[in-house]
């Protein structure tokens, strides 16, 4: 029951030691306010990274030629690999566990794509039909790549977002011709890509055609795919069964992790979550620890309190108050401060939260920093039973303290 009573007590005694009950409260909000920030602050790195990855497939394996680094078979290290449509054919088919496949073969960083008298610097890739898999290509108009482009050598082009606003404006790209270093190509697509600016600044032709018509030869620099496997230890075999393929066609050692490089993004992606998981549980210690050091300094504070009113608490149990009434009071006491600043803290950090979120632009690895409405919750929990914790030794102390002594206390 709501006891005004008691209530007009607790307060009188808070307005009495204003300054004392704030410098106590505000270790309180402090401790709450900290767990909230660094909590929010560590939603915004995994959404930042988890954007990383979502940028390509989760099961996708990009396999990066290099340089030799260990002696094999006669060959002596330093000896650069390079992959040709041969090494695409030869993982095509010879393994079976792989949903989608493209080798890319990359232009010059910078190209000049050109439309009427519009031109810009952009990236080209010469991909197959499928790299719309593992780069989560979304295309928004037209179409990407076909295999009769690549059989047939095609000179057609699916264009990023990017290129559309900056070379044709408001204009439909579908069917137009552009000019990439030179050469005509026809657009037959637009795209979009999650993966940001960079992405969205890209052109994808045939990757024969982009061999026959810039670099005369069958070289591709990388070989891309997807998996059926979600599980580490069987992706991380597959890699293994891809290198060792590739070893024995390209005669390097499969060991060799310098002459092959294998991105795995199931792999990594599990690996940076594993430590995203250890950051919160790090943030968790940090601000629960910040804010016990608030519940102390509550708890301390109590302890003076009922110091104080030694004498009030001996004539309350000489008038008749029980043991339990005194308790009640103090643990109410604790419990309405804690709960209080508390609960001041823990708006503070959200309200920044958002005020950040708004106002500041998300970056490569930072992005959306909010916090759970179930973390809010369970945090006006704790602070409730820290509250009681915090009064749970003063009020022990006054329901323990003699009528006889209280009065004989100067």
Not at 95 to 115: C, F, Q, T, V, W
Not at 161 to 169: A, N
Not at 239 to 259: F, V, W
Not at 353 to 381: C, G, H, Q, T
């Amino acid at each position: 029951m709501f006891d005004l009573d008691k209530w007009q007590e607790i307060l009188g005694n808070i307005a009495k030691n204003r300054m004392r009950t704030f410098l106590t409260g505000f270790s309180v909000a402090w401790g709450i306010f900290m767990l909230i920030v660094l909590l929010g602050a560590g939603k915004g790195l995994e959404n930042g990274v988890k954007n990383q990855f979502n940028q390509d497939a989760i099961n996708s394996l990009w396999i990066n030629s290099g340089r030799t680094s260990i002696a094999h078979e006669g060959y002596q290290p330093g000896r650069l690999i390079q992959f040709t449509n041969e090494d695409y054919d030869l993982l095509s088919r010879s393994y079976k566990n792989m949903e989608h496949m493209s080798a890319r073969m990359d232009l010059d960083e910078i190209n000049l794509i050109s439309y009427k008298s519009r031109w810009g610097n952009f990236n080209v890739k010469g991909v197959h039909p499928e790299m719309v898999f593992p780069e989560k290509v979304n295309v928004i108009s037209g179409r990407f790549l076909n295999e009769l482009d690549i059989k047939e050598g095609r000179k057609v082009a699916s264009i990023g977002k990017k290129i559309v606003e900056e070379l044709f404006r408001k204009e439909d790209p579908i069917g137009k011709e552009i000019n990439i270093n030179g050469v005509m190509f026809n657009v037959v697509g637009v795209f979009f890509d999650d993966g940001g600016d960079r992405d969205i600044r890209r052109a994808y032709i045939p990757v024969t055609t982009s061999q026959k018509t810039f670099s005369g030869t069958n070289i591709v620099n990388r070989i891309v795919m997807t998996i059926n496997e979600k599980d580490i230890d069987r992706s991380e075999e597959i890699t293994a069964e891809i290198r060792k393929i590739l070893a024995n066609r390209l005669h390097y050692s499969p060991e060799d992790k310098k002459a092959v490089f294998v991105w795995n993004n199931l792999v990594e992606y599990r690996r940076i979550m594993g430590l995203m998981k250890g950051i919160n549980i790090f943030i968790w210690i940090i601000g629960i620890g910040t804010l016990i050091a608030g519940i102390v300094g509550v708890s301390n504070i109590m302890m003076i309190v009922v110091k104080e009113r030694t004498r009030e608490i001996g004539i309350r149990k000489a008038l008749g108050a029980t043991p339990n009434s005194i308790v009640a009071l103090i643990l109410q006491e604790a419990v309405f401060i804690t709960s209080l600043f508390g609960y001041i803290g823990l708006v503070s950090g959200i309200f920044l939260l958002e005020m950040f979120r708004k106002n500041v632009p998300d970056s490569d690895f930072f992005s959306n920093p909010e916090v759970d409405l179930k973390i809010a919750f369970y945090a006006m929990i704790l602070l409730v039973v820290s509250g009681l914790f915090a009064g749970f030794l003063p009020a022990r102390k006054a329901a323990s303290i003699q009528p006889i002594d209280a009065l004989r206390d100067e």
